[in-house]
């Protein structure tokens, strides 16, 4: 295995960065103008790696800020914090095409001038000036960029585990955070925005790093935070309701999805089979682009490159199905639990295809696969419940968790669950929905209330609710998960659903420390042993 740290490179950044983004951007300075730019980063900041910051609570000395007019703040009004910062310079975009190159120098208390480089529509152009400002790093390592409503945190950590397993070197970013699996730093969104994520990608090739897994969101797509023409391969997982606060319809939320894809010979799109919106894509899918199709159903094995399960069975500590693929057969036996894990497997199965990694060598690392935080991670003791903790927020997600616990149950199956705040409302009915018919017992709790009253959200679940079905309301979730094992059985399984690897609730605008798995593992603390 290669979890290494990662080590930030010490390597100077020259007046090569900005040379590349002015040529990107066809911007031509008098040389008087360049001369004086030069010794701006060769005199003041010479021993500094500098880096491209679109936030100035993220400026360091010697750093270029992007003064970007987003959707929600104009960057251009935080000049003043950047000047505080020491920036070598500031990028700013402009909305008038005839200012684009236009250079000034703005005057700080400290007698020294910084540059400013009007940019037109730098927002819109900000990953292509991220990517040339740091070397275009993607040109060293192969990124596999995984979308889709659900599973694109366990796909990718099952793929950067067996990559590693693989004898490759592979980094992951996304929900739980950046870097190698075992020293994982956090970051604000699932995908980083540009000037961040090029940042990585830059460290990730100063650290020999092979090969990137990479959660790819709805809205990072759609706002084109990142383009499909820095993934070699691209994963679509499945589509569900989910974000239509945001995206407002479905079909709205598949074409953004569908962003991930070239449709040219540059990349290899990995789909599932088995999910609708996938079936609608391929039917007239571009015969210029490569696609492995996986997943369980028949129509599967039509495709000319595949990757089918067959007869998969479960058992408490695992799965094993038969691989089909048009590279031939093999048996796989995995210690991950259900059957959306088996759609994962089938997903990091293909990228490793693709890879060229022998089916034997790809089976052999997947009987070393261990479950992933917060991802359906089980918990149990003799004599008592199994608990098991996963991140299941939307009604599919609910569906497939509690689907899974059942085939590992053999007494009750139990439910904590609720709905966080200042989202989607009309899922959290068709999510009362699904646990009534799935669970046989319920509790209704808090997960992230964020602004709204946590009581109104409990009262929008119970609304979706059968008059008849009982179910326990407790908002304060440590209370809920631990009364449910109190409560349930030896032979029940207790799914706590909803909050995952996090390790906070938030109410308002607070964080509030909570972790799920620290409080099951309190039930058991009076024993010797708990079996993860």
């Known amino acids: 295995m290669f979890d290494h740290a990662l080590t930030v490179s010490t390597a100077p950044t020259n007046f090569a960065a900005i040379e590349a983004v002015l040529s990107f951007g066809e911007i031509t300075l008098a040389p008087n103008d360049l001369t004086q ?11 500094t790696r500098a880096n491209l910051v679109n936030d100035t609570r993220a400026l360091i000395s010697g750093d270029v800020f992007c003064a970007v007019i987003g959707s929600l703040r104009d960057g251009r009004e935080y000049t003043v914090q950047a000047l505080s910062a020491n920036c070598a310079m500031i990028l700013q975009e402009t909305t008038e095409s005839s200012e684009h190159g236009k250079l000034t120098w703005l005057g700080q208390a400290s007698g020294q001038e910084t540059p400013v480089l009007s940019y037109f529509q730098l927002n819109d152009n900000l990953f292509n000036v991220a990517k040339v400002f740091y070397g275009e790093p993607q040109k060293l390592l192969n990124i596999i960029g995984i979308t889709g409503t659900n599973g694109k945190t366990s796909t990718s950590q099952i793929i950067a585990n067996l990559l590693d397993s693989c004898q490759k070197n592979c980094a992951v970013i996304g929900t739980n955070g950046a870097g190698k699996l075992a020293q994982l730093h956090t970051i604000e969104n699932t995908t980083p925005g540009a000037t961040e994520l090029h940042q990585l990608l830059a460290l990730f090739a100063d650290n020999k790093i092979t090969d990137v897994a990479m959660e790819v969101s709805s809205h990072a797509l759609a706002q084109k935070r990142v383009n499909a023409t820095l993934f070699n391969t691209a994963v679509f997982t499945n589509l569900s309701r989910d974000h239509l606060d945001y995206h407002q319809t479905m079909a709205a939320y598949a074409e953004a999805k569908k962003a991930i894809f ?78 959306f894990n088996v759609e994962n497997l089938l997903a990091a199965i293909a990228v490793l295809m693709v890879e060229k990694i022998a089916l034997a060598t790809i089976a052999k690392a997947i009987t070393q696969l261990v479950p992933i935080i917060g991802r359906m991670e089980s918990f149990s003791l003799q004599g008592k419940p199994t608990a098991v903790v996963d991140y299941a927020h939307t009604p599919d997600a609910l569906a497939s968790a509690l689907d899974a616990c059942r085939l590992h149950c053999q007494g009750k199956l139990w439910l904590v669950f609720g709905c966080g705040g200042d989202r989607d409302t009309g899922k959290r009915a068709l999510m009362a929905k699904v646990a009534e018919s799935k669970a046989d017992c319920m509790i209704i709790t808090n997960d992230n ?65 909570y972790d799920e798995r620290a409080v099951v593992k309190a039930f058991y603390s009076s024993e010797k042993e708990v079996t993860v």
């Open 262 to 339: 070239t449709g040219d010979n540059k990349q290899v799109a990995v789909i599932n089979g088995d999910d609708a919106q996938a079936q609608k894509w391929l039917e007239n899918w571009p015969s210029t682009q490569a696609v492995v199709v996986y997943g369980r159903d028949a129509n599967v094995a039509s495709y000319q490159r595949f990757a089918q399960a067959l007869d998969v069975k479960h058992y408490p500590q695992g799965v094993s199905f038969q691989l089909v693929t048009d590279q031939g057969k093999c048996e796989i036996n995995s210690q991950l639990l259900g059957d």
């Open 37 to 47: 730019l030069a010794t701006q980063f060769s005199q003041n900041f010479n021993s």
């Open 449 to 513: 209330p964020r602004s709204e009253d946590p009581e109104a959200i409990a009262a929008d679940i119970i609304a979706g609710l059968d008059k008849n079905t009982r179910f326990e309301k407790i908002l304060d979730r440590a209370t809920a998960v631990s009364t449910a094992l109190q409560q349930a059985d030896a032979n029940d399984v207790v799914l706590c659903a909803g909050k995952g690897h996090e390790d906070y609730i938030i109410f308002g605008n607070e964080k509030r420390h």
